[in-house]
């Protein structure tokens, strides 16, 4: 072997091994960037579909924000380092964890669903939220019915403070002295 092919074969196995570490870095940034917008579009969509859907609506706009930002975000287009010259089964290893990874986020989005649906019915029934505050409220009105419906959060028809509160006159010196 002459020293010029060592060299050719160690430049060529450095350079694979550089864009190897390379694909696999850009494929993990584009995955945690994915994750980062799932998040994201998952709380805000548990936060609006409780608000007006009750447990079930945070589920179903939990479930479908994650998988829209998964959708929205092409984070697969990065399959990871291709099969070289001499890392063969370790380039196939590593896509094929990626590819795996990538198919099982599709029940990642149901399962995120039914915990922002859960959380939201352990929200709800804690605070009194939507129908768990009525009596003989059945599963259906407690599952749909909005938080800011017939709650202790519920929107005010009526000023909550009496208007003459503010009129010093008014309040005399029975509130001066509780002061």
Known sequence: MSFMYSARHASALAQEQADKRKALQEAQEA???????????????????GAFGGPLGAAILGGLGSA????????????????????????????DQLSAADEAESLEHIMTGIKSGASAYAFGSGKGLGSFGKEGASMWDKLSTPFWQKGPLSLPTKPTIPIDFYEPEILGDEIIDKI
């Open 31 to 49: 995955r945690s960037r994915q994750k980062g917008a799932m998040s994201l579009w998952s709380t805000i969509g548990t936060v609006l579909g």
């Open 68 to 95: 829209g930002a998964d959708y929205l975000d092409d984070a697969e287009k990065y399959k990871g380092p291709e099969r070289g010259r001499f890392y063969k089964s370790e380039a196939q290893a590593l896509r």
